[in-house]
């Protein structure tokens, strides 16, 4: 688990699973493989087997050892409904995000009618806890049908990361979605991402009344175009409601 994490829309991550394998271009240059790739065969190092995909079970606990309430990036380093992934511990994940409940989980996938499924039957007699927040990466208008997948998921905080963005995604339908996420892509071979399209996702957001948060231009490094956008950052997001606060408060205490 990583405190303090440089991902400017959360405060940790939290990886029960590495590694993953490419499913769209908006993978071509993912950057957890390139940092877990540095290290395959180097011996005793948590990515030796570089970017495989491995379970870790040794660290399902470890949201319950974090007292002070954060928001958790769930997975970062790989996508917890990749098919290779036994849904016993997909299980025991979710078990541990509705028990270490004074965080904010933040699930991110590209296998979005895997993650709608999964959800529709784990809690097909209500909705996911309002602390449990669940997105879908978008890259291009090639990738939005899995926003529809999303919409079709029982839960209440549902996110877009439009990152990288690759192209103009249109007319998004941002019926029950809460938060719009938009970064261009980031180190060797970047592809660059254009005004017009962050600038139509932006205006679009407003119209909605969905929050916007621009992430990063990108480049050469994660940081190297900065996060403005026409002079200023954007950076709201879905506010806690006022019993999930009250209790992370009061845990935290």
């Given at each position: ?168 995604v249109g007319e998004l339908d941002l019926e ?78």
């Amino acid at each position: 688990m990583s405190d303090n994490s440089a991902i400017e829309w959360t405060d940790a991550t939290w990886n029960p699973v590495t590694g993953c394998t490419k499913v769209t271009r908006g993978c071509d240059n993912c950057y957890a493989e390139r940092i877990a790739e540095r290290f395959r065969g180097t011996p005793g190092h948590p990515f030796e087997s570089g970017f495989d995909l491995t379970l870790r079970p040794e660290r399902l606990a470890q949201p319950l050892a974090w007292k002070r309430p954060r928001r958790v990036f769930v997975n970062s380093m790989s996508d917890l409904f990749h098919k290779d992934i036994p849904e016993g511990f997909k299980d025991s994940v979710f078990d541990t995000m509705e028990t270490a409940n004074w965080h904010i989980y933040q699930v991110l996938t590209k296998r979005s009618s895997s993650m709608r499924t999964y959800l529709q039957n784990r809690y097909a007699y209500g909705a996911a806890p309002g602390h449990i927040w669940c997105g879908v990466s978008v890259e291009d208008h090639t990738a939005t049908a899995r926003i529809r997948h999303l919409q079709e998921a029982p839960v209440p905080i549902r996110f877009l990361s439009i990152e990288p963005l690759l192209g103009p995604v249109g007319e998004l339908d941002l019926e029950g979605i809460s938060w719009v996420i938009v970064g261009g892509e980031s180190g060797h071979g970047a592809r660059p991402m254009k005004e017009k399209w962050v600038l139509e996702i932006k205006d679009l957001c407003a119209r909605e009344s969905v929050d916007f948060f621009f992430k990063q231009w990108g480049g050469r490094t994660a940081k190297a175009g900065g996060r403005k956008l026409n002079g200023a950052e954007h950076n709201a997001m879905p506010a806690h409601t006022r019993e999930e606060r009250g209790h992370a408060l009061q845990v935290a205490s």
